[in-house]
């Protein structure tokens, strides 16, 4: 490890906190968490955990709840656009080769709304 990352956008601190609220939130749910930030030169996986034998590839989008919105009406996940998810799936079958990995698979997208003035997060799995 030894590097601290350094986050100087509103919006990486953001996506470091919804990262957090992720992984507390998988924890809760009895996941292990494998890796953060798994990175190769084709791309990068937020989280991967396993559960019940199933190993678990996770994307966070996590954003800010403004009041005028609605918790409903409002989706992170409309921005992972298709290029974005073959990068992903592309990125976890590049990680499932390399570690030889002869489980069950999933790729997920976990949505992360924080509302800074409750101090509360939604947080949902939506499968790719």
Do not use: C, W
Request: charged fraction near 25%; aromatic fraction near 10%.
């Amino acid at each position: 490890m030894g590097m601290i990352r350094v986050f100087t956008s509103k919006t990486q601190q953001i996506g470091q906190l919804g990262e957090d609220l992720a992984v507390k939130y998988l924890e809760n749910k009895d996941f292990s968490i494998i890796e953060r930030n798994y990175t190769l030169k084709q791309g990068e996986i937020d989280i991967i955990a396993k559960k019940d034998e199933i190993l678990y590839f996770f994307e966070v989008k996590a954003s800010l709840f403004k009041n005028s919105v609605s918790y409903e009406t409002y989706n992170p996940a409309e921005n992972m656009h298709p290029k974005k998810i073959e990068k992903f799936v592309r990125t976890a079958n590049l990680y499932v080769m390399n570690n030889q990995v002869s489980r069950e698979i999933r790729v997920v997208l976990l949505s992360v709304i924080i509302n800074q003035q409750e101090k509360t997060a939604k947080i949902e799995m939506i499968d790719f």
